[in-house]
């Protein structure tokens, strides 16, 4: 299982990193395709994965990112309000078809799943983009180890007993602290190539608050496999489960990190 495991997360580190930092259409195709496999996988758990509501959630994802491929982002509220009424006209002229649960699943998933995701590739876009989208794996996957080796030594206190008894709120604050000193340290390395003022405090600052939004991303996944009494959302990646059970984190992370740096950085 360990072996299994390692292996996977290798060759997801590798593509994760070859992606971002090859960016643009590269980038673009790699989030389409995690969007609609994530949207699949929540689908799934209740049944309409392969329905036509099922399919109209992936079409509305997939011209959503190409939307802002062509930068027609000012169009995007006026998207989602037609999203939502041809999901209720499919509701109401295909009833009793659908349950509202269904329908609503759908909607929050295009949320939850598409647009959050839609970030990472919003993130790389900006000014030093190149740079700045590492602080969303930073928030996630760095706060993450830190949090989990925190909680390790010297956890004692649980921070949520019934949804992740294994989690502690001593591993929380480590998780809070080590991503905001390694977004310190990555800051310092890279000053001279960042056209930012004092980008050592900006990153540590995003590092910290994205560390936060990315354990209530994690836990906020838990609850939703607790609900429908499952462990992961798929088999997808050996070891770890779905799409949506290795980007639990990254999916909140990502707009924490692009709305933080347009804040900040001047």
């Given at each position: ?96 078809e659908y349950h509202t649960d269904q329908i609503t699943l759908i909607f929050f998933g ?109 836990l906020a996944a838990s609850a939703i496999k607790r609900d429908h009494n499952i462990k ?35």
């Amino acid at each position: 299982m360990f072996k299994e495991r390692l292996i996977s997360s290798v060759i997801l580190l590798a593509i994760t990193i070859f992606t971002v930092i090859m960016g643009g259409n590269i980038l673009f195709a790699a989030i389409l395709v995690i969007s609609v496999i994530g949207l699949h996988e929540l689908y799934k758990i209740v049944g309409i994965h392969n329905k036509l509501i099922g399919y109209i959630g992936y079409l509305v994802s997939i011209i959503f990112d190409t939307m802002l491929l062509l930068h027609l982002e000012e169009y995007s509220f006026a998207y989602i309000i037609g999203f939502l009424m041809i999901l209720m006209g499919v509701y109401v002229f295909s009833f009793p078809e659908y349950h509202t649960d269904q329908i609503t699943l759908i909607f929050f998933g295009f949320f939850y799943v598409s647009i959050m995701l839609s970030y990472i590739y919003q993130v790389r876009m900006l000014r030093d983009g190149a740079i700045l989208v590492w602080l969303i794996f930073i928030g996630a996957w760095g706060s993450d180890t830190c949090a989990y080796c925190v909680g390790m030594l010297i956890g004692k206190h649980k921070m949520s007993p019934k949804l992740s008894p294994k989690k502690s709120i001593e591993g929380a604050i480590g998780g809070i602290l080590g991503a905001a000193l390694i977004g310190g340290i990555y800051g310092t390395i890279l000053n001279s190539y960042l056209n930012i003022a004092n980008p050592q405090i900006i990153f540590a600052i995003i590092g910290g608050c994205a560390s936060i939004i990315s354990q209530i991303g994690d836990l906020a996944a838990s609850a939703i496999k607790r609900d429908h009494n499952i462990k992961d959302y798929s088999k997808l990646i050996p070891g770890h489960g779905g799409i949506l059970d290795r980007f639990d984190s990254i999916i909140f992370t990502a707009p924490i990190v692009y709305y933080l740096a347009k804040l900040l950085i001047k």
